[in-house]
Each structure stands twice: as structure tokens, then as C-alpha cells.
């Protein structure tokens, strides 16, 4: 449904992207997610055709949007990291005039109006002045108007970015409900675990590049590789630690307290043979499990670029 | 017939704001108080010499058209410079162009709205300016004219206040932008004629060029005056500041059609204004050739 090929955006000497690919496939709920300053709003403006990309295309139902923006916009919905309100606007007044933006008027853009009104909540608010709804109700009256025109792709740029867990979750189930209407969502976080529980597809981007894609389940899949093996071992600490910084598939080694965590990129089975080559050499191993993982603690690893702090782990 | 989505809901929010109701007391109460003090003055002379001047009279009209457009001038960068940094300040402008809006939709809902709450204020004035038809002398050809000017210069003055909002992030350095771009046309061209003046009486020079006084056809001030003088005769309004005028009439052409061939310049000038204002609207995704 949209395509992103090696997308570049230079500003002056930032490099906001850089060469950035991502899929999204029709009635994905796809999760954007990336620390402050990755480019996620650099990516969704250039989607959108607010911005002009350096180099690399942006394909919507394989329409490019260079050549083609006004049938791209037809079927893009947009709601922007700023939700822009008027003053002295009333908030069925707002959807109206968004409505003659794409050239419906009169009853059947009211009709429509109302309907979204209702789908996000806000149907007891159509005489309220836009400026004097609280922040969640602007949130989902900027829904309602990005999905004014029907469109069969729904672009979000951090939209859960200041609203209360109550209003988040109402948030959550509107966007399930878009998702059974058959849309396609894309939406922006800087948290992972947020978008976990709706999310079918995750992309997170780092620095311009996409540094991982794939399903939920994948992601899931990685949590296990992600945290840590925590060892613990009684008397023969020094020979457990000889073994571990020799072996190939240990990455880090930190000694805490009780224990020792191990970084190890295997899989079940390689921790299998590890065990028993720790017992086989003579340590004492009471203790051998994965530590519960989670998903910030993937994120954060994905998007760490400090590598010298796993090099001291290293020397320890 | 389609109304511009822009205007509709701009005039909507508008009618609904203090704004309007406040330029429209502002711009007649200064324009009232004028008139009516040059009134008082003129009948107090009456009663001191007993002798009524018809000319006075005809001063009046000269009087408070060139203080509506005085006003005018003022008043038009205001109430455009900020429409479309506006926009973008509020972060709608990036809503709109999501939308199936152009660029040049934006533009001329914003500068139909301008001219809109313009065209407001002129035919609020009506009431003060039919204070000169009391006594007589001027035609309602002569009023017809001097509207037409007023429109032309609006015209002008907005789309180079559009321009100045479309290119300027913010909205204070539209306006500035915009009154620059006021001064410019106005005080700037006079200047330079002001200028070449000087130094063509020097004694080595040899007497005034004429090419200044074609960078004239662009102030709108100019205009005014020389319709004014054709209406009253040379000396009224703004006389004393546009000595060039006199001139104008032995420049063969241009001079004998003087306020036709301005108004089309500076209508022209307009037009390049409002095209810069629409390719500064439009986002830097849209309208590029596919390499
Ligand atoms: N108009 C601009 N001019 C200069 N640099 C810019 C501009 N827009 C973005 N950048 C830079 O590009 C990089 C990516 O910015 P972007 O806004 O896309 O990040 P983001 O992922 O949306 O961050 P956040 O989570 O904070 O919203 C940043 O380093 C930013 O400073
Ligand atoms: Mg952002």
C-alpha cells in the first residue's frame, strides 16, 4: 500500500534520512517508532508531499507522489504532530470547511461529518468552539477530519504524544475499529511498548535508517535475544567467566550481585549447550535463565548507538 | 457557483471576531472627524470674511477621498501580511495543502477575503464621502473614478502583502516585509525622482531626466494624484508632494494616459506578486517534473 525506496532528506548538514526503505501492506496497523530527532516526522512530510526528498521515491498504491500528489492526497488521511485548530470555529463548522477542502458540501459532507463526530466521540461537542476542547478531544477531532475524505490510508504523527492513559486507550480501540474498516494505519510513537498491543507491523527508524522491519511476532521474537542470561554460579565464579568470554555467541558480560548477565545471541538450543558446558567444566551453576524481557528494552537496544559501553562490559 | 472553501470559512470565524467591527469604527471615525472638522473650518471662514469660495467646497472632496486612501494604504498590508504565516503559525496551512486545495486556491481565498473586508470598508465610508455632494461640483463619474483607483490599489498593496505572508515564516516579519514593500512603492519611487531632480539642476547637469518619472506608474499614490488633479485641477491633495506630476503631460503617451497605463502597471505588478505568493504556498513535495 506504501512504499518508501531509499528515501534521503539533507538539512543544511543534518542528515534527517538516509536512505530509508519501508513497506507497509494494505491493512497494516503499522507502528513508526524511533528516538527524538530519528526522522519520523521528516518521513511522514515527505509521504504527504510537505517536503521534497533529495533522492528515493514515495509510492502510495504505487501512485508516486512526486508525479502524482493529487491522487495520492485523495487517499491520505493526515493528522500532524500539531493539530492545527482556528479560533471562532465551531467544531461541526471545522469539519464542514475540511469537507469543501476536498469538495464536499452540503448534506452529505454534514452526514459525514456527524458520522465521524460519532465514531470518535465528539458528537455531543458539535457546538463547542474548536479552541476550547481539551487536548484528547483537538486529538480525535483531528481524526475525524483526516478521515473526512474517506481515505483508504491513515498517517499519524505521534498522536498519543500527551493524552492521559484513559484517553489512549479510547484512542487505541478507534484506531482497532479503523483497522476492521479495512484502513491502513501508520502511526508515529517514540514508544515501543505503546503500539505493541495494536500494532500488526513494526519499522523502527534511527538516524534517517530504518533499523528494523518486520511483523509484530518478530519483534516479539527478539525480546528473547535481547535481555540477558542471567548465570548464577557458586564458588567457581572465575572459570564460568573465563568460559563465557571465550564462547561466540556471548556478547556482553556484567557481573551483578547474586549473578552473572550474560549478553547471548543464541537461540534455546544454544543456551542448552551452554549449560552443559559450564556444568561439564566444573562450575556450580544453580541458577540459568532468561531475564523477562521487554519491549523498551529491545527498542532501546536496537537504537543504541553507544557501543563503548558493551566494550567496558568487556574488560570487566 | 463554488464558493472558495477559504472565504467562506474565514468571513464565518471573521463575523464572529472584534476585528472587523473595530476597523470599520476605526477607519470612519478618522475619516468622519476629518471631514467634519474641514467642514467646521470652512464655514468658520464663511462667517469671518462673508465670502463663499466655491473651491473650498471642492476641497472638501479632495480632502477626504485623499484621506480614505491615506487610510487605505495603511490599512491593506494589515489586513493581509498576516493570512498566510498565519496559517502556518497555526499549523493549518499544512492541513490545506493535504487537502485537495491549491496553492492558488489558499492565495485567492485569502485575497478575496482581504479585498472583501476592503470593499467593506469603502461602502461603509459612502455615508462621509456623499458629504461632498452636498454642495455640488463633482460627479458621480469623478466618485466612480476615484473608487476604481482605491480597488487597484488594494489589489496591489494585498497581493504584495499576500506575497510577503507566503514568503515570511512568521507573521511580524510579513507585515514588516509588507510595509517595506508600502514605503518602496510609494516614498521610494518619489524619492528617486526627488533624487535625479537634484542632480539633474546641478550646474554641470543638463536638466531633469524623464525616466524617473515612469518608476511613478508603479506608486499607486501617484495614481491617486492624478486623477485628482484631472478631477480638481493641480494643487489639491497631495500636490505638494508630487511636483513631478506637472511633468507627466510631456511625456507624450504615457503622460496623456497617465491613470489607465498605471493602473494596468501596478495591476500587472499584482499579478507577479500573486504568483510569487502561490509558488511560495506550495509545499516543496508538489509540483516538481519527475526527473
Ligand atoms: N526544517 C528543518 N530544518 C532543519 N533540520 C530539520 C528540519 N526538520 C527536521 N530537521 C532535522 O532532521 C532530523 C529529524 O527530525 P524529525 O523531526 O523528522 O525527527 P522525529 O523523529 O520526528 O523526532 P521527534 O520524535 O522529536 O518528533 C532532526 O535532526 C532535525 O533536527
Ligand atoms: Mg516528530
Redesign the pocket.
Known sequence: MLRIENLTKV??R?V?LDGLNMTVEAGALYGFV??????????IKTVIGLLAPDDGRVLVNDIDVAKEPDRVMARIGYVP?AFGVYDNLKVSEYMEFFASCYGLAGLKARKRGQMLLEQVGLDDKADFYVEGLSRGMQQRLCLARALIHNPPVLIM??PTAGLDPRTRYEFKEILKELRNQGKTVLI?S?ILSELAEICTDIGV?DQ?RMVFEGSMEEILAQINVASPLLISVSGNRQKALELLRAHPEVETVTIREEEIAVGFSGDKRDEETLLKQLVEAGVNVYGFVRERGNLESVFMQITDHSGEEVVLLHED | MRINPIYRQESRAGARSFKLPLIILGFNSVLAVVALLYMDSMIAQVRLTAEIQYSSFLGLYSFVTTMEFVLLLFVVPALTAGAISGERERQTLDLMLTTRLKASDIVAGKLVQGLSTVFLLIVSSFPILGLVFIYGGVTMADVGLMLLCYVVTSVLLGSAGLFCSAAARRSTRATVAAYSVLVLLTAGTLMVNYLAEGLGTMPQGNGAADWPLYLLLCNPAATFQTILNSQMGSGSGLTVIFPQLERITEIGFVGRYWWPVSMAVQLLMAAVFLWGAVRKTRPAGRGRRPR
Open positions: 538539512f543544511g543534518t534527517a524511533g528516538p527524538n530527532g530519528a526522522g519520523k516526522t521528516t518521513t504532530d504523527d505521534e508515529s517514540h527508524i534517517g
